[in-house]
């Protein structure tokens, strides 16, 4: 599996004000925005083409991933190769491409906006307001792509949350396949106290195969009047078309405020800084 589809087109209202000027998904997490987490995970599982899905207001996206010819002229006359070199390498990540989603109708409708993107392949999609901070060796979406090789059918990833988070979030009714793999047998989006199927839901990550565009184009809008992608996928679940892979990791929502300060106090304890 080659292709990955990173949703980035949200307006970024849990992250306002400093979402006015600035992309939610380019809010550092210590020294390095959001999206670049995002990317590199992908990366590390083997993915080399990358689509960004952006709205307006977000160019700033789009230049991380490039070159800086002057920036980058500077730093070397500095002497500075280490910063020069790092800063190349952001550039020659992966081969990432952008396509701007014009209406905010819903992470479906995004996803939708990859159709040609992806062409006949399954693929991958990471949702860009969660950062998972992985072991270098196992990020989340390469287990899921493995889950995907191995049993062909489309993978959820899924992480146990709490009784009051499961309400805003989706529940899965799951039962286990082997270690951290499940077979899913049902699904409900945002349910009420008494509907809760597990504490299991899916959270930042899935590998789909490409008859899920066909899917989407089928989906009315629910929650909040946009197509959504859960309940496309949640149309697979009855025809035993899906999977559930419980990642490693520590995922965090970095469309929160609370999300962006857990993980970079996360990374900033894992990479030895002293918080203070």
Request: charged residues 25%; glycine residues 8%; aromatic residues 6%.
């Amino acid at each position: 599996m080659t292709k990955a589809v990173i949703p980035a087109a949200g307006l970024g209202t849990r992250v306002l004000p400093a979402t006015k000027s600035i992309p939610k998904e380019m809010l550092p997490i210590v020294d390095r925005p959001a999206i670049h987490y995002i990317v590199e995970e992908a990366v590390r599982s083997g993915i080399t083409d990358i689509l960004i899905i952006t709205s307006r207001n977000k160019v700033n996206v789009e230049d991380y991933f490039d070159r800086a010819p002057e920036l980058e002229e500077r730093l070397l006359a500095a002497g500075k190769r280490e910063v020069y070199d790092e800063i190349v390498s952001i550039a020659h990540m992966a081969n990432i491409q952008y396509v701007r989603q014009k209406e905010t109708k819903g992470l479906g409708h995004a996803v939708l906006c990859a159709k040609s993107f992806v062409g006949n392949e399954p693929f991958a999609v990471l949702y860009g307001d969660d950062v998972i901070i992985s072991p270098p060796d196992k990020p989340a979406t390469g287990e899921l792509c493995a889950a995907y090789e191995k049993y062909g059918k489309g993978v959820v990833g899924i992480k146990e949350v709490s009784p009051q988070a499961i309400l805003k979030y989706s529940s899965l009714s799951v039962t286990p396949l082997e270690d951290r793999i499940f077979a899913v047998h049902d699904m409900i989006e945002k349910p009420a106290p008494d509907q809760v199927l597990s504490l299991y839901s899916i959270l930042g990550r899935c590998v789909l195969p490409p008859e899920i565009f066909d899917i989407l184009e089928q989906t009315p809008p629910g929650a909040g009047g946009e197509i959504q992608l859960t309940d496309a996928i949640a149309r697979e679940i009855p025809k035993g078309k899906t999977v559930a892979c419980k990642y490693d990791g520590e995922r965090f929502d970095c469309g929160s405020k609370q999300g962006f300060l857990n993980a970079t106090v996360h990374y900033a304890r894992k990479e030895g800084y002293r918080i203070i």
